[in-house]
């Protein structure tokens, strides 16, 4: 049996969608690309079985979902201990995601049980911390190489049951910025309102945000005299395709020190237009498409009014790629490069 396996992060509380008994709604509601991946596998006879292993939170019990994938099992376990893992067949292929201690300390106990074993990091965890045995380094990011590991590049997407294009919607942002004000330090929303406050063309835009603690960014409009950011806090994935469809452009200034934004496939698969500051973790391939304007952090003014100028031509670059972010063709590249 060809098994999968996924580690994934010990640092959240059990998202909404593991709750979800059915398998179709469970493919529509869920926004993780890494479980999505998964089901993907399965439809496609990749593997025969998929286990997802989590670190359950305290006080928790321990608990088990499973759907069935076209006669294959697609597994969420949530365990105390991710030793729980070796009671189970050896998986083909074993996938850490987040570059936890715990990972490290299981694959030295049996490196040999885990089969091909693909790392990948996340912020200072970019590359092993606690000396566990991996064979390949997944990287989100051209700029990440480290010449004692073995480094690939891993693609990934949003989901289209979420994001998609929404045509018969009219424009009422130019540009939508989504990015959480608790992660202030990285995701560059100082340097967007701050760059608004100081030219004309950006003071005249219609502006708006969606993310949580919005009257952070309230203090930061007052500190730089801004008023035309429309703050909706924190909304479903529903609600911000809808007003993604609804904005011209989509906008990511994140900095060097957060992870490739799980934001950036949101609005290419909602078929928005993208402004994204040049010192954001990603891959050149998302950087190099036609929809990406790529600004740096004295160009915000003269990249977005080339942008907005030229609209229509960004748009129908926005809906072209689209096909290119498919599940389909994303999984077929990482498999490639996994081989």
Same mark, same amino acid.
């Given at each position: 049996m060809r098994t999968f396996f996924l580690f994934r992060t010990n640092l959240r509380n059990l998202e909404n969608y593991h709750s979800i008994t059915d398998l179709e709604e469970f493919k529509v509601k869920c926004w993780d690309f890494y479980l999505q991946q998964g089901i993907w596998f399965l439809e496609n006879n990749i593997f025969d079985r998929v286990m997802i292993w989590r670190l359950k939170p305290k006080g928790l019990e321990k608990c088990v979902h499973v759907f069935n994938v076209n006669g294959k099992e697609f597994i969420q376990i949530f365990v105390d201990d991710f030793k729980d893992c070796f009671s189970f067949g050896k998986p083909e292929?074993? %996938?850490?995601?987040?570059? %936890?201690?715990?990972?490290?300390?299981?694959?030295?106990?049996?490196?040999?049980? *885990?089969?091909?074993? =693909?790392?990948? !990091?996340? !912020?200072? &965890?970019?590359?092993? #911390?606690? !000396?566990?045995?991996? @064979?390949? +380094?997944?990287?989100?990011? /051209?700029?990440?190489?480290?010449?004692?590991?073995?480094?690939?590049?891993?693609?990934?997407?949003?989901?289209?049951? +979420?994001?998609?294009?929404?045509?018969? =919607?009219?424009?009422?942002? /130019?540009?939508?910025? +989504?990015?959480?004000?608790? #992660?202030?330090? %990285?995701?560059? #929303?100082?340097?967007?309102?701050?760059?608004?406050? $100081? *030219?004309?063309?950006?003071?005249?835009?219609?502006?708006?945000? +969606?993310?949580?603690?919005?009257?952070?960014? $309230?203090?930061?409009? &007052?500190?730089?005299?801004?008023?035309?950011? @429309?703050?909706?806090?924190?909304?479903?994935?529903?609600?911000?395709n809808i007003t993604l469809n609804k904005s011209k452009f989509g906008v990511v200034a994140s900095d060097e020190s957060d992870g490739c934004p799980r934001v950036i496939t949101e609005i290419m698969m909602s078929g928005t237009p993208l402004l994204l500051r040049n010192r954001t973790r990603l891959l050149k391939w998302y950087k190099d498409c036609k929809s990406v304007l790529v600004f740096n952090d004295n160009n915000l003014d003269t990249i977005s009014n080339y942008g907005l100028q030229n609209y229509n031509k960004f748009k129908d670059f926005a809906l072209e790629e689209i096909d290119n972010f498919s599940m389909k063709e994303v999984c077929k590249k990482n498999l490639e490069l996994w081989k």
């Open positions: 292929v074993s %996938f850490f995601r987040g570059g %936890f201690k715990e990972y490290c300390e299981v694959t030295k106990l049996n490196p040999k049980f *885990f089969g091909l074993k =693909l790392y990948l !990091g996340a !912020g200072r &965890r970019v590359f092993p #911390q606690y !000396g566990g045995v991996y @064979d390949k +380094i997944l990287v989100e990011s /051209d700029n990440d190489n480290n010449p004692n590991y073995s480094v690939i590049p891993f693609y990934k997407t949003a989901n289209s049951n +979420i994001f998609y294009p929404i045509e018969s =919607l009219e424009k009422e942002y /130019d540009l939508c910025i +989504i990015s959480n004000f608790e #992660q202030l330090r %990285f995701k560059g #929303q100082e340097l967007l309102i701050k760059n608004i406050g $100081m *030219f004309k063309n950006l003071k005249s835009l219609k502006v708006v945000h +969606i993310g949580n603690k919005p009257d952070e960014g $309230m203090k930061l409009c &007052r500190k730089y005299g801004v008023i035309n950011i @429309d703050f909706k806090g924190p909304i479903s994935r529903e609600e911000i």
